[in-house]
């Protein structure tokens, strides 16, 4: 995808964000909401925007692999691999904080996580922004805590809106994420790398790059919101079934109003008229960068119930069904 890149929108972001306000921004991934990670004034303002509780850590955001030794200290020949490899990307990897990296970023934790994106607005705005001390931008998904992430401009300008009405003093459009699902989450703080949330950089994908099983980080691994049961969730409930039982449970709410998501051709057998339907892709990255407007439009349908096919969970398809799962927990 390329995205060209408004260098004067780019310049008015890095002042707001030198003053200490809050920027929307776009990513790879999800949009993000970005504050100045040396500045604990605008950093805590990002957490009563989103109403997320503060002892939830939050991604700094870096312009590239100089930065780390910055905000990380006793950095494991691992973690540069892995960046070497995957950064600017959808990685994110947590480490020993430095003494620079206020607690105020990291929830209290003695760790905290970077992650240097890919898309280019992004990139040039922490080029632009970083400096000679490697200045970095905190940015939680761009949602109010426990929503649907915004994986594009519209979705932010919904959500948390702009000043006065809203918590932004900007949004900068990016155009809709490439990937559309937050990035993977490796621990590498304790000299075992596990993972703490999937995303497309596969688990597969980081064996190959480092030659060792990396499985899922224990119960012990430092606190995630992503890592909640409920999280990402839909206002109106949603029921994950097997073909068979989405059938069964179509025809049990047939006196409700049902939105389903599901392949075109399982859609085509149901027994009664949904009121909206989304057919779902078939390929776990198309699936994943369609997936919160897949929801987000659900939703809206003023539905009773939204139904969906439940996805393979292994593979390219873990992260996928990981959020598919929170949504409906
Ligand atoms: O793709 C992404 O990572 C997006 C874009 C905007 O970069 N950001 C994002 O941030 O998803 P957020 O705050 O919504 O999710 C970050 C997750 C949270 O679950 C947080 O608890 C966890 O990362 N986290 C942050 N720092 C951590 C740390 N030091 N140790 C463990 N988990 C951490
Ligand atoms: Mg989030």
Redesign the pocket.
């Known amino acids: 995808m390329t995205q060209s890149v408004d260098f004067e929108a780019v310049e008015k972001a890095a002042r707001i964000l030198s003053e200490g306000g809050l920027v929307a921004i776009p990513?790879e991934?999800?949009?993000?909401l970005a504050a100045d990670a040396d500045n604990r004034e605008a950093v805590l303002a990002t957490y009563a925007a989103k109403g997320r509780p503060a002892d939830?850590?939050?991604?700094v955001?870096v312009a590239g692999p100089d930065a780390i030794p910055f905000w990380a200290v006793d950095v494991p020949p691992e973690a540069w691999l892995l960046v070497k490899t995957y950064w600017p990307g959808?990685l994110?990897i947590?480490l020993k904080k430095s003494e620079r990296c206020g607690t105020f970023v990291?929830g209290g934790?003695d760790?905290?996580?970077l992650?240097c994106?890919s898309h280019p607005v992004a990139h040039a705005l922490l080029e632009r922004f970083a400096g000679e001390t490697h200045k970095g931008l905190t940015?939680?998904?761009?949602n109010t805590f426990g929503r649907i992430?915004p994986s594009t401009a519209a979705h932010v300008a919904e959500d948390l809106g702009l000043k006065p009405e809203g918590k932004l003093d900007m949004i900068l459009d990016g155009g809709p994420c490439e990937f559309g699902i937050?990035?993977t989450?490796v621990?590498l703080s304790d000299g075992m790398p596990s993972i703490?949330?999937h995303?497309v950089v596969t688990r597969e994908m980081l064996e190959e790059t480092l030659g060792f099983a990396v499985p899922d980080a224990g119960k012990n691994?430092?606190?995630?919101?992503?890592?909640l049961k409920s999280h990402y969730a839909p206002h109106t409930k949603l029921e994950l079934h097997d073909e068979a039982s989405l059938l069964a449970r179509a025809s049990e709410l047939a006196d409700k109003r049902i939105a389903v998501m599901a392949p075109a051709e399982l859609l085509a057998r149901l027994p009664v008229h949904p009121v909206f339907t989304i057919a779902a892709e078939s390929d776990p990255l198309a699936y994943g960068r369609a997936l919160y407007e897949n929801l987000h439009e659900l939703d809206r349908a003023g539905a009773d119930r939204i139904l969906a096919l439940r996805t393979p969970s292994t593979g390219p398809w873990a992260a996928v069904a990981d959020r598919l799962g929170r949504a409906a927990a």
Do not use: K
Not at 29 to 32: F, L, M, N, S
Not at 56 to 59: F, G, Q, S, T, Y
Not at 139 to 142: F, L, N, Y
């Open positions: 990513t991934t999800v949009y993000g939830h850590p939050l991604i955001h959808p994110t947590v990291t934790q760790t905290v996580a992650r994106p940015a939680p998904s761009a992430s937050e990035s989450m621990n703490l949330r995303g691994a430092p606190r995630a919101s992503g890592r």
